[in-house]
């Protein structure tokens, strides 16, 4: 009886709905990566690699997403200095043991486990960034807008991003960037700080452009916003990828050309349709019904992500909710961006669609956090007991 009561509890204090809304989205994700990856596969019955490792991420990440809900997040948040650390050593081991794509000498951005799996530091990074940065701004709330605390938290925002720019992992700089700013905006930073910050970056530009950005990455950025910077050749090799995409989510119409069934997806016309530009497989072959379908639950994923937070009790707990929620949209926005050829290849992943282990397991650590801020502001219901031979004077 005891059992079924807690069985019982767990269910009633889980944010079941978000937590099957991404586990529904993941299952449409594995779909998708099988389709764009199924004519590779040379023997009958055989599952992609890419497919298989995509899977074994989302099981495990489920089932820690399931283990941290049920820690109380003020735990978590007193653990921040550990969690920083950790997050902060695996990045530092790249510059000794990191290892990038073959086409990128520069990037190390993956830490190689055995001979078949990869891990990158810099998703975990992005989720101890959040836990930390939301300690940091409940710490300063009632000073957040001293010159001290601003120039305080930048440099705590600017350490992460600087190491995956130094990393050659442009892509996740961004979300750092965006998750920041918005935390910041949230948080209640006054509007004239943000007005700084736009004329730093403007300042700053060329010198990241001329120091930090290699020219592959500047070839890739000229593509889109500047072809005639590029020869004729170079803007061809270049924009394929992205122009092939295109071309792919053009080809769908309106109900797509069914699964398994897109010209390109099925040829492997498109360079990591997997991965990066997993969205022209569902473009192409679910057409752009299926597109916005998908963007819908994207978005109804961060809203309630976003309303649990609102509905929390402390200011920790929604920056942390808040956190998560931009972190998903950044990689949303830039995403679809660049699949869309409005913004460059940049390298990065679509939240529970696109392969790979480490964004898999990564985001639903994420979402345990968000689910443990859920069960842990939950009203609960009231315990029967009884005391006896209770004496008052």
């Known amino acids: 009886m005891k059992l079924l009561n807690k069985i019982k509890t767990f269910f009633r204090e889980t944010d079941l709905i978000l937590l099957f809304t991404c586990m529904l989205t993941s299952a449409f994700g594995v779909l998708s990566v099988f389709s764009a990856k199924q004519w590779t596969v040379t023997s009958p019955g055989t599952m992609p690699r890419d497919c298989l490792i995509m899977m074994i991420a989302i099981s495990v990440g489920i089932v820690m997403c399931i283990i941290i809900s049920l820690i109380d997040y003020e735990i ?12 902060l050593g695996l990045m530092a081991a790249l510059f000794v043991i990191g290892v990038g794509p073959s086409a990128r000498s520069d990037a190390k951005t993956w830490i190689r486990i055995g001979s078949l799996f990869y891990f990158q530091p810099s ?14 701004l409940d710490m300063l709330k009632d000073k957040i807008n001293d010159i001290k605390s601003i120039l305080l938290l930048t440099v705590h925002a600017a350490i992460p991003t600087g190491l995956v720019v130094v990393t050659g992992d442009l892509g996740s700089a961004l979300v750092f960037m965006a998750i920041f700013i918005g935390m910041m905006f949230i948080a209640g930073v006054h509007l004239r700080y943000f007005a700084i910050a736009m004329a730093a970056v403007i300042i700053a530009v060329p010198v990241l452009w001329i120091n930090f950005f290699s020219d592959f990455q500047k070839q890739r950025f000229l ?9 004729e050749n170079a803007y061809n090799t270049v924009i394929y990828q992205q122009q092939q995409g295109i071309n792919a989510i053009g080809s769908g119409g309106f109900f797509g050309k069914g699964l398994f069934k897109g ?3 099925q040829n492997g016309l498109v360079p990591e349709s997997e991965n990066d530009m997993i969205f022209t497989v569902v473009g192409e072959e679910f057409g752009l019904l299926g597109a916005f379908l998908l963007l819908s639950v994207l978005l109804f994923i961060v809203i309630k992500i976003a309303y649990d937070g609102k509905n929390t009790k402390d200011n920790v707990s929604r920056l942390l909710c808040d956190g998560v929620a931009l972190m998903i949209a950044g990689q949303v926005i830039i995403n679809i961006g660049m699949c869309l050829k409005a913004l460059p290849v940049i390298g990065i992943t679509l939240p529970f669609m696109s392969a790979g282990g480490s ?14 801020v859920y069960r842990f502001n939950k009203e609960r219901e009231p315990v029967n007991f009884r005391l006896s031979r209770l004496n008052t004077p």
């Open 76 to 87: 978590m948040i007193r653990l921040w200095p550990i969690i920083a650390l950790v997050a």
């Open 223 to 231: 593509a889109v916003y500047y072809p005639n910077g590029l020869t």
């Open 359 to 372: 964004s898999n397991l990564c985001i639903y650590l994420a979402i345990g956090i968000v689910m443990s």
């Open 263 to 265: 010209t390109y997806t």
């Open 123 to 136: 998703e975990l990074l992005k989720v101890a960034f959040i836990i930390t940065f939301s300690m940091h």
